[in-house]
Structures are given as structure tokens and as C-alpha cells.
């Protein structure tokens, strides 16, 4: 009997693009979630992870970019980053987050738009999507279908790429998304002390005058993502930092949310299936965590 070759991971993405079935719901339908005419968002990342490809060398990365450089015209190299892994299993510390470092020693290169709002990083065992704010124009924010349409191109090609000129495939590991928000005072809270106002979680009890008063506060939480029958699907990761926008080293407070957990099916339309819940998850946590002040201050439309 003669073997039948496999679907090359580029065919099975497109293939999962064009059905539109990728997930039982149509998560990229906004009409459910909140919405708000200033959202605080500066960068939004998608991510996915697959095992190392050994045959990868600078050399290729550099053919690879010639195909995407009316895009992205800058290049630079910045160290590996170790991915991680999410597991159900593990003890309630941060440990259950399992961190391998590669064999491989070639750097992670960033691919920069003329204006640096859109970043294509590779490295290789992960390929990252990243748009970046970069002026204080609440409309530039381009929205998360357009910044997902990117990512989607950008993965079809790198999976185009490995069959075409390494005879390489993909093998999906682990999808990723963020959102790192910058929350202005917007006349609701004046100091880091304050952040109680910004988000829920906090206890707001009267503080006993034996306890010296507080200067700030970091958060992190996690939350377990499950399907609707309770299969393990992920975590939210949530972290708040006070800290201070430069040039006039104003206050902010930076809320950092991060979806992560394994492709929804073997295939690369199980990364995008991911990158769609777990943005439900981040923008629905976002507003349960945030409080209806700032709501106000951003413009919540619903």
C-alpha cells in the first residue's frame, strides 16, 4: 500500500481559513463583548510555538524576510526567549509553567514596519505578531480581526517557507495572546497607592493605622481557561504594575493580560480557534477586572 503524504501545514491553515469552522462559535463576532471608544491597549501579541526546527539557519531567515520586506523593511536580532509551556498539572505556584531551552543558538529576529507598529518576531521553535502603538491617537488602534488577518498571513507564508525551501512542517505546541494596557489617571486615581480604583480585585477594607500606608501595589493572577465540559484548555494570566510614562514620568498603571494554552486541534486553524477564545477571555476579564470609572473614562459603548 502506498503511503499517502501529509497535508502540508501551510495547505491545512489555508484550508482552515477559508471554512470559516474553525471553532463551534464565530468568536470573532464583537457583538457580545465589551467595547469602548478609548481602550488604554498599547501592544497586542500573537503568538505560537512548535518544536524546534533544527534545520532553520540565519541564512534561511534572511531568504525568508526577502519575501516579506515590502512589509517590513527593518530588521534586527535580539536573544532567544525560552517558550513556555501551560500544564493542568502542578502545585497553585507560578510553577506550573514549564520552561525548555533549545539547542539552537539562532537568535530571535524582529521584522519592523516602516512606521515599527507592526513586528514579526522568529525564532526557531516560535513566530510572534506584534502591534504597537505608537502615537496617542485613541483611533489608531486597528483592532483585533485586522491584527489577527496579519498574523494569519504572516504564519501562512513561514509555514509556506519551511515546505517550499526546508521540506520542514510545523508541529503546533502552544498558542499565545496579550494585551498590555496603559491606564492613565484620567481624573479617577492620582497615585499608585490608588489601585483599587483601577481594578476590583483589591480589598478596599479601612487599612489599620498600625500598618504603614502603601506606596503601591503589583498584582498577578491566573485563571484557569476550561472548555464548556471542563477540559483543560489554558490559562489568563493577569498583571498589574505600577510604573511611569516617559517623557514627564506620569503614574500609569500597567495591566498586562495573556491568554496561553495549546492549539484547539492539531492543525493551524486550532492556533487561530486559541487566539479567538482566548481574546474573548482577555477583553471579557479586562472589564470584570477593571472598574466602572475607567470604564467611563475609556468610552465603554457597551
Do not use: C
Not at 500544564?87 to 510553577?95: A, D, F, I, L, T
Amino acid at each position: 500500500m502506498r503511503s499517502r503524504r501529509p497535508i502540508s501545514t501551510a495547505a491545512r491553515f489555508a484550508a482552515a481559513s477559508n471554512t470559516g469552522s474553525m471553532s463551534p462559535t464565530n468568536l470573532l463576532e464583537d457583538d457580545a463583548l465589551p467595547e469602548y471608544d478609548r481602550p488604554p491597549v498599547v501592544e497586542v501579541a500573537l503568538a505560537t510555538q512548535f518544536l524546534p526546527i533544527p534545520t532553520l539557519t540565519a541564512a534561511h531567515v534572511g531568504v525568508f524576510w526577502g519575501k516579506l520586506r515590502s512589509r517590513f523593511p527593518s530588521v534586527e536580532q535580539q536573544p532567544a526567549v525560552a517558550p513556555t509551556i501551560e500544564s493542568e498539572r502542578g502545585s497553585p505556584s507560578p510553577s506550573v509553567i514549564f520552561q525548555f531551552s533549545t539547542a539552537s543558538t539562532l537568535p530571535r529576529t524582529l521584522f519592523l514596519s516602516s512606521d515599527r507598529a507592526q513586528m514579526l518576531q522568529l525564532q526557531s521553535d516560535t513566530l510572534i505578531h506584534n502591534w504597537r502603538k505608537q502615537t496617542s491617537d485613541p483611533a489608531e488602534y486597528p483592532r483585533y480581526p485586522s491584527i489577527r488577518k496579519a498574523f494569519e498571513e504572516d504564519l501562512l507564508a513561514f509555514a509556506e517557507f519551511l515546505r517550499s525551501d526546508l521540506s520542514a512542517e510545523l508541529a503546533l505546541q502552544q498558542v499565545e495572546i496579550t494585551y498590555i494596557n496603559h491606564i492613565a489617571r484620567e481624573d479617577v486615581w492620582q497615585t499608585h497607592a490608588e489601585p483599587e480604583k483601577v481594578v476590583k480585585i483589591l480589598a478596599t477594607d479601612p487599612v489599620p493605622p498600625e500598618l504603614a500606608a502603601a506606596e503601591d501595589t503589583q498584582v498577578h493572577a491566573r485563571r484557569l481557561l476550561r472548555s464548556s465540559n471542563g477540559t483543560f484548555l489554558g490559562r489568563l494570566h493577569i498583571d498589574l504594575q505600577p510604573a511611569f510614562r516617559l517623557p514627564g514620568m506620569e503614574p500609569i498603571f500597567v495591566l498586562t493580560l495573556t491568554a496561553r494554552g495549546a492549539p484547539l486541534s492539531a492543525d493551524a486553524g486550532g492556533v487561530l480557534g486559541f487566539l479567538d477564545l482566548g481574546r474573548q477571555a482577555i477583553v471579557r476579564g479586562f472589564t470584570a477586572l477593571t472598574t466602572d470609572a475607567m470604564h467611563t473614562a475609556w468610552g465603554r459603548r457597551r
